[in-house]
């Protein structure tokens, strides 16, 4: 299943740039990916977002610190969805009531 991601760069990795109005935070870089699993985030019982378990294409893994607490593998993290995915998965999974789910229980149901 394909849905639009971003990946935040490293900032540790890739440095902020200077301009004329301050500090400039690197923008996300967005693009369709296969995922395998989307979870809900939550802070203090407030929904914030969703997350989708994505496979990272090679030319953009080294945005991806190995440290990073969203890295499960190398070719997998953990990353938010787009705000303008138009994929049906996601409000789907948002109409589930689910905390997460996997594509391989979902097609199991």
């Known amino acids: 299943m394909k849905v639009d991601v971003e990946l935040y760069p490293d900032v540790g990795r ?3 740039s200077v301009g004329s109005m301050g500090i400039v935070a ?3 870089y ?3 990916a296969d995922v395998i699993a989307l979870r809900r985030v ?5 929904f914030l977002g969703v997350q989708a378990l994505a496979f990272v294409p090679e030319h953009l893994r080294r945005f ?6 969203k890295r499960v593998s190398n070719a997998l993290c953990w ?3 787009d705000a303008a ?3 049906p998965i996601v409000p789907d999974f948002l109409a589930s009531g689910a905390i ?3 594509f391989e229980q979902k097609a199991a149901a």
């Open 14 to 16: 890739r440095q902020s």
């Open 26 to 28: 690197p923008q996300p």
């Open 30 to 32: 967005r693009f369709a």
């Open 42 to 46: 939550m802070w203090r019982g407030q």
């Open 64 to 69: 991806v610190s190995r440290n990073d607490s």
């Open 79 to 81: 990353l938010s969805v």
């Open 85 to 87: 995915d138009k994929s």
């Open 100 to 102: 997460d789910w996997t």
